[in-house]
């Protein structure tokens, strides 16, 4: 029997992470739990890069968790993800399944990890009135000031750094919640890749899942009544294909904002999975451009 009960397969995007995963669970009779703070949400397909087509390996499905679980302009939250992980990973260990967290939403997995006693955090629309008028600079600049668990790999729109200080705020004049947490030995894996592997990893993604209709995506959801002020909260590529949608940028310069925005969420990714190390969370780092099999059983050999 392994020590381990849980394998975390985590990395900066377009490091192949659902890849490994899918096939480490098919091998080891698991099932994969996400941890992608925007997969979770119905009709952000493409631009969140569920791949569900990696689910099914030679026509047999890999169960999954936590993707499509609420509706895109749902503001979901870490003390939500935190609550509906332990439900999923107590309905898997439960069945005698390997769950295996995969993704690279560093504060999701970090809570999960540590075992943070997480507090559903309120709204607070007085407080937020004294953040009106500043920039994304200004907000991360004091979001850095706070000591408590915040999230900046996802910060990069003012409406999502006022809530993260508002969370932040929050924490610092509140206790955390008391509750018994599961005991969680986890395995944790990191795909590594080269800075330049990377980036052209990421800049022939993006062409991709343009071609594929990443826009169409995006005008659909516009359609169907979700407001583009929503849309833009989520960041990344709902941020820059909705400015370009409405109009407010050129096709152009959505592209090349956007794959630059994409290089600048990465490198924030690996600095929080460093600062997990640093933390206490010890990584097992594999080289992602090694073939498939020899990943698998490399991870294997740690399990």
Known sequence: MSAYNL???????ATGKT???THLARAIDGE???????????GMDLGTGKDLSEYVIDGQPVPY???????AGYKYNVFEYQRDFLQAFADISKRNKIPVLCGGTGLYIEAILKGYRLIQVPDNL????????KTLEELTQILSTYKTLHNTTDVDTVKRAIRAIEIAEYYQHHPEIKT???????????LDISRDERRARITSRLKTRLEEGMVDEVRRLLDSGIAPDDLIYYGLEY???TLYVTGRLTFEEMFSQLEMEIHRFAKRQMTWFRGMERRGLSIHWIDASLPLSDKIQAIRNLW
């Open 65 to 71: 968790h936590l993707i499509d679980i609420v509706d």
């Open 180 to 190: 018994d947490y599961p005991d969680i030995r986890p395995l944790i894996v990191g």
């Open 126 to 133: 007085e407080f937020r009135k004294q953040f009106e008028g």
């Open 19 to 21: 890849t490994v995963a």
């Open 32 to 42: 994969i739990i996400s941890a992608d703070s925007r997969q979770i949400y119905r």
């Open 7 to 13: 394998i975390t397969i985590l990395g900066p995007t």
């Open 239 to 241: 941020k820059y294909l």
